[in-house]
């Protein structure tokens, strides 16, 4: 089985995520892609290839006669794939691009639109693997999935090339921030991992937001709008006030780069009780801490304003800029740059707009920056991938695992 048959047998799972459920996994199916990824690996030779009962698939290739002294290199993907578009019943396909407006369902008017998706001109003459436009694809994260398989079974199928130990590591629940919430770092067993959950083709990323959820919980007070003169405290009026209090050019819509934003996910609510979740994201520390402190003060404004008790706030820190526990190790960056370009990748040193599971690991002693899978345009039904970059990436990762590029 090549890459692409790899990867479009593993989107036929459906793995998402849930971030209203309390259970490890928080979807029990997401166990059923790990379990069959436990088996793939075992089949081709994986030592101890197993899924844990949190739903955490682990295997390791042994090292190569005389590199078994070299650290424990990992590779980390998740399996989950995000809420913002169906993720059941992937009817996925490849298109010889050749530029211009791809149609994705004739029969429900679904195109991706090349003006409205300017990357695609990049990849006129590839094949392109899309959706039919009522899914997402799923190449966040099982690009990444497939592409450490295919590197574990090229290692495997080719015992002349070198290599020290390497791990892998496939998790759930990565979509709902929960995806290194339960990964045994000690099990694992390496010094250093890569994360392979990135976009485009080229791309090197070490530094990602700080991460917070916050929530206003609005409480009102309800009254016959007949007599409700100075008596009524309409929630959801009072929620649509808070929303209106956010610095309007500070939400995803009017950054990029390293700035920051507020991201309101959901407003609901009647008369009587309203709530407001939003994210909050900043590459800067003191920035971040910063949104913070401003939330507090627009729910202390309503509160001086309405009464005490009217909004209660509450935020619940993420995940933080791995920035600061890469810099100790920048080799992963330089032998990923290296990797790239023997074999043939231009890389790209960015930020991520997001987190990945590495973040969180990076807190927790595995230094673990982050790399392309080659997909674009994720959680969303124009979400796609070439097939050029699915072989392209899996190359890249057996460089690294075998130094190949020194």
């Not at 429900?108 to 003459?125: H, S, T, W």
């Not at 899914?135 to 020290?164: C, Q, R």
């Not at 009017?254 to 709530?275: I, P």
């Not at 890469?326 to 370009?341: C, Q, R, S, T, V």
């Amino acid at each position: 089985m090549d890459i692409t048959e790899r990867f479009l047998k593993y989107v036929s799972f459906d793995t998402q995520s849930s971030d209203e459920s309390e259970t490890h996994p928080t979807t029990e199916k997401q166990k059923l892609l790990g379990g069959y990824l436990a088996k793939e690996l075992a089949e081709l030779g994986v030592e101890d290839a197993h899924m844990d009962e949190y739903g955490y698939v682990y295997g390791w290739i042994p090292a190569t006669p005389g590199r078994e002294e070299e650290p424990c290199l990992g590779f980390i993907a998740h399996m989950d794939t995000a809420m913002g578009a169906p993720g059941k019943d992937v009817k996925a396909r490849i298109v010889d691009y050749t530029g211009g407006d791809i149609v994705l369902n004739e029969e429900q008017g679904i195109v991706m639109k090349a003006a409205d998706f300017e990357n695609l001109g990049r990849y006129v003459g590839q094949k392109l693997i899309v959706t039919d436009g009522t899914t997402l694809l799923g190449a966040d994260d099982k690009a990444g999935v497939a592409e450490i398989v295919a590197m574990a079974a090229h290692l495997i199928s080719h015992p002349e090339i070198p290599h020290g130990r390497i791990a892998i590591g496939f998790t759930p629940d990565e979509e709902v921030g929960q995806g290194a919430d339960l990964f045994d770092v000690a099990k694992f067993g390496a010094k250093t991992a890569y994360t392979v959950d990135g976009g485009e083709l080229g791309e090197i990323e070490y530094e990602n937001f700080n991460a917070a959820n916050a929530t206003f919980y609005i409480h009102g007070v309800n009254i016959h709008p007949g007599s409700a003169k100075n008596k009524m405290k309409n929630a959801a009026l009072l929620a649509a006030e808070t929303v209106g209090m956010l610095p309007p050019a500070e939400t995803p819509g009017h950054t990029e780069g390293y700035e920051g934003f507020y991201h309101v996910q959901l407003l609901r609510g009647d008369e009587t009780e309203a709530l407001v979740s939003l994210l909050i994201r900043d590459h800067d520390r003191e920035k971040f801490e910063a949104r913070k402190v401003c939330l507090q003060r627009i729910g202390q404004y309503l509160n001086d304003k309405y009464g005490a008790g009217t909004v209660d706030l509450a935020v619940k820190d993420s995940y933080y800029n791995m920035k600061e526990q890469i810099e100790p190790h920048m080799e992963l960056i330089e032998n990923a740059k290296a990797a790239m370009l023997a074999v043939g990748v231009e890389p790209v040193v960015m930020p991520i707009r997001g987190g990945t599971d590495g973040a969180q690991l990076s807190y927790k002693g595995l230094p673990c920056p982050n790399l392309c899978t080659g997909g674009a345009n994720f959680h969303g039904v124009h979400e796609f991938i070439p097939v050029e970059s699915l072989h392209k990436t899996a190359e890249i990762l057996v460089a690294l695992a075998s130094h190949s590029f020194s």
